[in-house]
């Protein structure tokens, strides 16, 4: 959820609910704020938010600091995948996906070899932005059997 209002010197403010398998909160995010997450933080939106808290009484008063898309959030992990192939079929369509997709997340291939009795893993050159939408894409490829991020 989102309420906007005006401080009293007419600035911009929000009470913001946000939500995720832990629970629901509520954090004030300031006109900077807004202006730097524009439409991240309308409802729906998956984003990794970045909090300073304080204690009033005994209530935990959240204020977010920083929004990020969570694609984006993750391109900048350097986290990596592991590709899962049973023959080299899909790999015009893995390497379609990984085209234009820079980042810091290295992407490897592991197939099998000597009649499936032992596997090789190849890792590919460059670095990937390695992302939910990228792992995804990548999973419904026909022949991958398997992805994992590392």
Do not use: C
């Amino acid at each position: 959820t989102r309420k906007e209002r005006r401080t009293r010197d007419d600035k911009r403010m929000a009470h913001i609910g946000f939500s995720d398998s832990s629970g629901m909160y509520e954090a004030v995010a300031f006109s900077e704020v807004l202006i730097q997450a524009g439409q991240l933080l309308d409802p729906g939106k998956s984003v990794v938010v970045s909090m300073a808290t304080r204690w009033d009484g005994d209530d935990l008063k959240l204020q977010i600091v920083s929004v990020q898309g969570l694609n984006e959030a993750a391109a900048q992990t350097g986290a990596g995948l592991r590709i899962f192939i049973g023959d080299p079929k899909p790999l015009t369509s893995i390497s379609e996906r990984l085209k234009n997709q820079k980042g810091k997340g290295l992407v490897s291939l592991v197939f099998p070899v000597e009649k499936g009795e032992r596997e090789v893993e190849l890792e590919l050159p460059g670095r990937y932005a390695v992302t939910p939408a990228l792992k995804g894409a990548i999973k419904i490829v026909h022949g991958v059997r398997e992805v994992e991020e590392v």
